[in-house]
């Protein structure tokens, strides 16, 4: 059973930092993609950054040049680096690791608050 382990959210003020991390375990299967998404209330889950395996790279138009993600392939971990954070960023962010094979699956952390105060 795959498992994904969050830490690193907490409470920050505007205009600080915080770096989110994110462990998989339970597979000798390689991740393909590692992400981060997160969801406000009542809103949906929106992707805020992913990582393949290979490095290519996707951010959500509202946090480039201010997050950063990055994983280590070794430790099937994924890093969310959050600089010049903002109110609006607000939000419980859940780790995201896709595995595939002949299908894919999608496994899903227990989310971790960020609160940004102004």
């Known amino acids: ?9 907490g409470l920050v003020q505007a205009g600080g930092s915080l770096r989110l991390s994110c462990a998989a375990s339970g597979t000798m299967l390689r991740v393909n993609v590692m992400g981060w998404y997160r969801q406000a209330p009542g809103k949906q889950r929106e992707l805020v950054a992913s990582i393949t395996s290979g490095g290519n790279i996707n951010y959500a ?47 899903w952390g227990q989310g971790t608050q960020v609160t940004v105060s102004s």
């Open 1 to 9: 059973q795959v498992q994904l382990v969050e830490s690193g959210g």
């Open 61 to 107: 138009d509202s946090v480039k040049g201010r997050f950063t993600i990055s994983r280590d392939n070794t430790k099937n971990t994924v890093y969310l680096q959050m600089n010049s954070l903002r109110p609006e960023d607000t939000v419980v962010y859940y780790c995201n690791a896709r595995i595939c094979r002949i299908t894919c699956a999608d496994y």
